[in-house]
């Protein structure tokens, strides 16, 4: 958004005065600005659960409701709607207690009413940037609401989603690291979703199916008779993706010559087709994506330091399932209906003992792998409920090596109990919540037991 575009807003102004209501509504309205008013909090709040408003300037004392419940009444029910407050003389230290309570600003009477019209314009903008915020939060969730899409809610991916969100807009390149199978691709998916370029061609390479000849010809094209089969001309998705986005999956496995093209690319915005002479230029962001360590390989000399830097703008690290189990539940709830669809099999859950199997695993295959041992349970389930009998081999060894403890007797029922809890939260893999499901414990008693235990 450009800064020096006024912005129009809605503005609600509290104040059991009604010279002072009128005053700051007409000198408001010559920003361009629409003007709502009340009399006291409590018609306030009716404004506000009837309208849009972006900014409420209020004064402190008033009948009714005061400036202060209205405030916290404001960031309880409409998060993140700017309060400037108004305040006396004698008021100005409850003022600043508002401040750090979640007000915006405060004017003391008789303010400066220019004073006023630049906090005014500021507390919009923050409201803006709030809305656009939300706005992009809401359209990352429907990107991720397919049950191919769901990345997960774990903490680790919350901090994906927030570099996804703020590298999305831009024309940076993305270098996306991960293991086999932990979605590389949904978050290339979810940055060109997010992007300004989302109306443009969004094209798929995948580096490591292709020999080096066919590589080079199916990103930059060929002429008529470049080569043995060149029959005619043919556009290389480069050129394809003019305007857009050009995803190139496993980009370590590139050669050195290709390395070299790709970098002019990258550079340049320009190359020539397989046996062409005419220079293409383009523009195309790139989002490439590896398993392999690039550092290394550039250590190693079989990728070129300079590229690795080109593709290396903002760098997304993937982590795999074994680090983020608890997103497991959410995947198992958004993969059973799809894959049951699929193979026409009416499947309504799965056990506890069989979902502990799920936690034990380490999931070398990370969420490729946790979508076959569903799909393989499934088909193999003859209730529908999936349960232990029904998982692959490995994932019900896991189950028999990892769901029990030893216990030297004699011991006591506290040392019993000790053992259980720190056993079980191990399975859940530090999750509290899943924890007490498991052990059908109250999560506040579990808390407690944990601090007597010292088992943090």
């Known amino acids: 958004m450009n800064n020096n ?67 916290h009444k404001i960031n309880e029910s409409f998060f993140h709607i700017p309060v400037i407050v108004l305040t006396g003389h004698g008021d100005v230290e409850t003022a600043v207690e508002l401040m750090h309570d979640g007000a915006y600003d405060f004017m003391e009477k008789p303010f400066n009413l220019e004073k006023l019209s630049i906090s005014v314009a500021n507390a919009i903008k923050q409201r803006q940037l709030f809305i656009e915020n939300r706005d992009l939060q809401s359209k990352l969730a429907k990107i991720g609401a397919g049950s191919d899409k769901v990345m997960g809610k774990s903490s680790k991916m919350t901090k994906i989603y927030d570099i996804i969100q703020n590298v999305a807009p831009t024309k940076s390149s993305v270098l996306i690291l991960g293991e086999n199978g932990v979605g590389k691709e949904v978050v290339s998916n979810m940055i060109y979703e997010l992007s300004k370029r989302n109306d443009k061609p969004f094209i798929k390479v995948h580096c490591a199916a292709l020999s080096e000849s066919l590589l ?23 050129e394809l993706a003019d305007g857009g986005t050009l995803f190139l999956d496993e980009i370590g496995e590139i050669s050195q010559s290709i390395q070299v093209k790709l970098l002019r690319v990258l550079q340049e915005q320009e190359f020539e087709r397989v046996g062409g002479e005419e220079t293409i230029k383009v523009d195309v962001r790139i989002i490439s994506a590896t398993n392999k360590n690039l550092q290394q390989l550039v250590a190693d000399g079989t990728f070129r330091e300079d590229l690795y830097y080109r593709l290396n703008v903002v760098q997304i690290n993937v982590p795999p399932l074994r680090e983020r189990k608890e997103d497991i539940p959410l995947f198992v709830t958004s993969m059973l209906s799809q894959i049951s669809q699929e193979n026409d099999k009416i499947i309504t859950g799965i056990s506890n003992k069989a979902m502990t199997c799920l936690y034990n695993y380490d999931w070398p295959g990370n969420v490729r792998e946790l979508r076959n041992v569903l799909e393989s349970s499934i088909v193999m389930c003859k209730s529908d409920v999936i349960d232990v009998p029904d998982l692959p081999p490995p994932l019900r060894s896991a189950y028999s090596e990892n769901n029990s403890v030893v216990i030297e007797m004699p011991a006591t029922m506290d040392a019993i109990e000790r053992v259980v809890i720190a056993h079980t939260l191990k399975l859940a893999n530090g999750n509290k919540t899943k924890a007490a499901e498991m052990l059908a414990m109250n999560r506040k008693t579990l808390h407690n037991k944990i601090e007597e235990y010292k088992l943090e």
Do not use: W, Y
Not at 31 to 41: L, R, W
Not at 46 to 67: A, C, F, Q, R, S
């Open 5 to 71: 575009t006024p912005i129009t807003a809605n503005i609600l102004i509290v104040d059991d005065e009604l010279n002072i209501r009128q005053g700051l509504k007409m000198f408001l309205k010559r920003d361009g600005h629409n003007i709502f008013t009340a009399g006291d909090g409590i018609e306030a709040l009716g404004v506000l659960n009837e309208n849009e408003i972006d900014v409420v300037i209020t004064d402190l004392k008033m009948p009714n409701m005061d400036g202060t419940t209205l405030m």
């Open 216 to 238: 080079e010809s199916e990103l930059f094209g060929h002429e008529k008779g470049a080569f043995t089969g060149a029959v005619k001309q043919k556009k290389g998705r480069f």
